[in-house]
């Protein structure tokens, strides 16, 4: 009987191999049988698809929430992930390898459904076609996000990834070199063009659907859309365009603030927010996925999880800068700082923290360090002691407890008056618990690709880049007011719309593997000035070869014989 190479591929690299195709469900599925059963066949096989997704957003969360400003590591490591933190880039490197072969299994996964079923047939044939193209539009654009440049930067000469649709007719043939960036933009677009016009049925967060089709639009628009200083306002309008799309549809609410606050314990499925999420259960998420998942890098909770990982000293001056949040007492001033949890001493002690600047012999700043000081009181008067010498502390903000201490270095630092800390090698640890609990289930965590609040950020950036501050900054205050009643923006400006957007955009959507790519899209580079063993006197240009991954040596290897090259990213 003959066989239709569904799963196909067991990619290495893009190196192709024919699969013996008798494995159901997910494997494969004799081709009469789907010509006889389009509707549940085409389930089955969607099924496939969306379950390659599980284990490819692993990967794909720690390439853009490492690299970028949000977290910290106690310490080095070994592990691959650590190259994304350090920058230190190899092209051999396990999970990066992970990360292309499984985008490209499901590139081929969707694209012999795309081939092998003709549309028409019933409106549900046709919305299952249209979730096809969407999650190959979906993994082109992530893959080009990683291994292409970005957008801005000669877009039409610099290179995305091979675009291969399909299983090729010899796998033993030649393959594809990259394409350009602007040509796998082009492709992804095509896609989600396709199925946004396709995807009729909603079926909810977890699958694709003709809005999330419309929210990645959006997003890749905004990519395309140049920076605040050289703008391209033709894709800045289509991506404000494609985000009042979603908006507009009625099929999505923000949460209330109180509900926001707990965001990461919803399943999508009762989330009004979530466009589309990668849908794990509790069934395949036990015993060490608990440990070796996303979330468990950033807390550990009910005994499960490693916790090395951390909220970095950038990200909760931000969280700060309205108003401090004292979790010690339960006074939080932004809702976002719900998803940080700091870890206290059972010792009840008060201690005064801030971060001192670390110095060579020569006098050179190297590092960042925090100190927890321990303060006595004295009427109004506060004084700690630091390596056996006092201080007596200034109040900058006494009611919120912010004071300033003129310190040995004579640097003068500015900290909080809080409860000891628990250390982590010499770091404070302040849990991330936005990864986790769904469900209240430990490290659970169905990863969110799209959610109503990008929509309105991704309308602000747009609006702004286009010189409509005033629809810039009602868009913007949307997100933030839900966050900080009370605190919205009352002025946009050419002078500080590139700073309010990106700021909220990194409050909102921190550790959802956004930040390095906003930083390099926009022309930013990218600084670390906070503790941690990277190097945090580093700043990291967009210009600068590390931006991007390495093709992986895997997938170079794979084309040795063939006609032609799979060409590297430069290595400098």
């Not at 391209?232 to 309008?237: C, E, G, I, S, V």
């Not at 629809?471 to 946009?492: D, W």
Request: with cysteine; charged share 20%; glycine share 8%.
């Amino acid at each position: 009987m003959k066989k239709l190479v569904i799963c196909i591929l067991l990619i290495t690299g893009i190196g192709f191999s024919a699969c013996d195709l008798e494995r159901l469900p997910y494997g494969s599925m004799p081709d009469e049988r789907i010509k006889q059963d389009p509707d549940g066949s085409l389930s089955t096989l969607l099924n496939g698809a969306y379950a390659q997704m599980k284990g490819w957003s692993d990967v794909m969360h720690r390439c853009g929430e490492y690299a970028g400003d949000n977290i910290m590591i106690r310490g080095s490591s070994t592990d691959a992930f650590y190259e994304f933190i350090s920058y230190s880039r190899t092209p051999n490197n396990g999970r990066l390898q992970s990360f292309w072969d499984n985008s490209y299994k499901a590139i081929a996964q969707a694209s012999n459904i795309i081939s092998m079923i003709e549309e028409g047939q019933s409106p549900e044939v046709d919305n299952q076609i249209g979730e096809a193209y969407f999650l190959r539009g979906l993994m082109y654009f992530y893959l080009c996000r990683a291994y292409g440049r970005p957008y801005f930067q000669n877009p039409d000469k610099n290179l995305g990834v091979p675009i291969v649709n399909g299983t090729p007719e010899n796998v033993f043939g030649d393959f594809p070199d990259r394409a350009t960036v602007e040509d796998t933009y082009k492709q992804s677009i095509a896609d989600l063009e396709k199925a946004a016009a396709l995807l009729t049925i909603n079926k909810g967060p977890v699958y694709a659907s003709k809005t999330a089709a419309q929210a990645l639009l959006s997003r890749i628009y905004l990519y395309m859309s140049g920076t605040y200083e050289s703008p391209n306002t033709q894709y800045a309008d289509l991506a404000l365009k494609y985000a009042d799309d979603v908006i507009n549809s009625g099929e999505y609410a923000l949460l209330s603030r109180d509900h926001f606050m707990r965001y990461n314990e919803l399943t999508p499925e009762n989330n009004s927010e979530t466009i589309f999420a990668i849908k794990r259960v509790a069934s395949e998420f036990s015993g060490s996925a608990h440990y070796y998942g996303v979330g468990g890098m950033y807390a550990v909770i009910g005994g499960m999880g490693w916790g090395e990982m951390y909220a970095s000293g950038k990200y909760l001056s931000l969280l700060d800068e309205t108003g401090r949040n004292d979790w010690a007492n339960n006074k939080l001033v932004d809702a976002r700082a719900a998803f940080i949890e700091p870890q206290y001493s059972d010792d009840n002690v008060d201690v005064f923290r801030f971060i001192r600047n670390l110095y060579n012999d020569a006098g050179v700043q190297t590092n960042y360090t925090y100190i927890q000081a321990p303060i006595t009181r004295s009427g109004n008067t506060i004084t700690c002691i630091d390596n056996e010498k006092n201080y007596t502390l200034t109040p900058v903000d006494a009611e919120q407890g912010i004071y300033s201490i003129n310190y040995e270095d004579g640097n003068t630092y500015t900290g909080v008056i809080d409860k000891l800390m628990k250390l982590n090698r010499s770091h404070p640890m302040f849990y991330i618990v936005k990864c986790s609990r769904e469900g209240e289930d430990s490290h659970l965590h169905s990863p969110i690709i799209t959610r109503l609040a990008e929509m309105y950020l991704n309308k602000a950036e747009a609006a702004a880049k286009k010189g409509d501050y005033e629809t810039a900054r009602t868009a913007l205050n949307i997100v933030r007011e839900r966050s900080l009643p009370g605190q919205g923006y009352t002025t946009l400006t050419a002078a500080n719309a590139d700073e309010m957007i990106d700021k909220e955009r990194q409050l909102e959507l921190a550790f959802q593997a956004e930040r390095s790519y906003d930083v390099f899209r926009n022309g930013k580079p990218l600084t670390r000035h906070y503790p941690g063993p990277h190097n945090a006197m580093e700043e990291v240009a967009p210009t600068d070869y590390r931006v991007v991954y390495y093709i992986p040596q895997d997938a170079i290897n794979a084309y040795v014989g063939t006609g032609n090259q799979l060409t590297q990213n430069p290595t400098k």
